[in-house]
């Protein structure tokens, strides 16, 4: 390995590199990807923690190399992109492999940015998105940014010659359906009847499909695209807002959550730095294993229990001080089914004057109220991948990171 990682040295691009799966992926190929040659980290807002590269606070040392334009694409055909900020960091990872990180300030949506971002690069890793099931932005725009940006990055692929590329999918290309039905320790194969009429599980089964679809097409130079998709549960882990959230609702509710969900309703979870393995381990393996990988989906999985959603979370905020009360629901069915559609009116009435979007609506409520699971080894078949985490590391590194991000530290 280590005289090919000598002879090959790779150009990375991720999506959504700031985001926070994406920053874990980046993250992990800078640590765990011996042929990365050059980083692209892409993404609307970059992330002040990419400053850190310059200063060797994250990865031993790391030096500042000046502000430079990015590598002129133009041999690919492909316009100068009008791009606002960029820079370039050097990065030596263990004295001997010098890594250049670029961080490239742009939008999925416009393909020439895209396309100048992806010229030259050897493997793309797509997990930009826009996780919205709160109703915070219009369908359209979630259909521009997840299903018109996945496009613009497979278009690009196809005209400046990358083979491949990953995309971060989601579980919710398959359910949980708006009948309420669950899936129970299912796999890839598992039948199930996928009804989507939420904007975001809409983008992302379409957005799965044109990748999946694209596996195959010749891409500039006559070599064939290979594409896989990844569909991670609920993502857990250092960064993860919505742990956030419920965790200062608990702070404003005295130090208390209140039972919504029944115990017996279980929910797929899956630590990030896991998620972020699993996309560094296919984009790796992707050139060997074509044939096998090649448009093929797989269900992010690791060592995470079977919980519900609530108790899942309080094995992190349990740590900093919350509790959750009840062994059953506090509130009838019905009546969070009608504060669901009493926030969905609200949502609608006041959108002219100011935006509402609680964590309860009837869509994250059918979410949550239907169990639904993954039990499968078919990323370990196809790739060898194995949880880098265990269940203990993940809970003691999400507990850490709750406690830092809130001060809750006991
Ligand atoms: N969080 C989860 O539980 C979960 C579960 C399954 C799948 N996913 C998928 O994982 C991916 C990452 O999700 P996340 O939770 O890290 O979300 P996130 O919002 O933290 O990250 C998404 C990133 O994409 C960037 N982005 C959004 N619109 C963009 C645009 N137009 N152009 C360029 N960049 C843009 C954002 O700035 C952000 O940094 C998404 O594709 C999401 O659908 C997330
Ligand atoms: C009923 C309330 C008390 C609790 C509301 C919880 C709700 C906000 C949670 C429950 C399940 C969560 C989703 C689930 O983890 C999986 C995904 C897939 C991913 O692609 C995007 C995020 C999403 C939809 C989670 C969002 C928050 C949900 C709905």
């Known amino acids: 390995m280590a005289d090919s990682a000598q002879a090959q040295k790779l150009v990375y691009l991720v999506t959504g590199g700031c985001g926070f799966l994406g920053e874990h992926v980046v993250r992990m190929l800078l640590q765990r990807e011996p042929r990365l040659g050059e980083l692209r980290v892409f993404d609307q807002h970059l992330g002040p923690w990419l400053e850190e590269l310059k200063t060797g606070s994250c990865w031993g040392s790391l030096w500042w190399r000046g502000c430079g334009r990015f590598p002129n694409p133009s041999q690919a055909g492909i316009p100068t992109p009008a791009v606002e900020q960029m820079m370039l960091v050097s990065v030596h990872m263990d004295g001997s492999r010098p890594v250049r990180v670029t961080a490239i300030q742009g939008d999925v949506t416009q393909a020439h940015e895209v ?194 959603y609530e108790d899942f979370n309080m094995e992190f905020l349990g740590p900093c001080g919350l509790r959750l009360v009840g062994a059953r629901p506090l509130l009838p069915y019905w009546l969070l089914v009608f504060l669901a559609a009493l926030n969905a009116l609200l949502q609608w009435l006041l959108r002219p004057l100011v935006l509402y979007a609680p964590l309860l609506n009837p869509y994250t409520l059918a979410v949550a109220n239907t169990t639904f699971t993954v039990s499968t080894d078919k990323a370990q078949r196809h790739f060898g991948y194995e949880p880098l985490f265990s269940w203990e590391d993940s809970r003691t590194r999400t507990i850490l990171w709750v406690q830092a991000a809130t001060g809750s530290a006991q």
């Open 115 to 308: 396309a100048a971002a992806v010229a030259g690069a050897h493997v793309v890793i797509h997990t930009a998105g826009l996780v919205d099931v709160f109703g915070r932005a219009s369908p359209k725009t979630i259909h521009e940014v997840n299903v018109q940006g996945t496009r613009n990055v497979i278009e690009a692929c196809v005209q400046t010659g990358t083979r491949f590329l990953v995309y971060t999918s989601s579980m919710e290309v398959v359910g949980p359906n708006t009948k309420g039905h669950p899936f129970y320790r299912g796999n890839e194969d598992t039948p199930y009847e996928a009804v989507h009429r939420h904007p975001y599980p809409c983008s992302k089964a379409l957005a799965e499909w044109l990748v999946l679809e694209a596996n195959g097409r010749k891409v500039r130079g006559g070599l064939p695209l290979v594409t896989c998709a990844l569909r991670p549960t609920g993502i857990y882990g250092e960064g993860h807002q919505i742990m956030r959230d419920f965790y200062r609702q608990g702070l404003r509710l005295g130090g208390w959550l209140f039972r919504a969900i029944p115990a017996s309703v279980e929910h797929g979870r899956v630590y990030v730095g896991n998620v972020a393995w699993m996309h560094v381990l296919a984009a790796r393996e992707l050139e060997q294993r074509a044939t096998l990988m090649g448009g093929q989906v797989y269900f992010c999985y690791d060592g995470s229990p079977y919980r519900s």
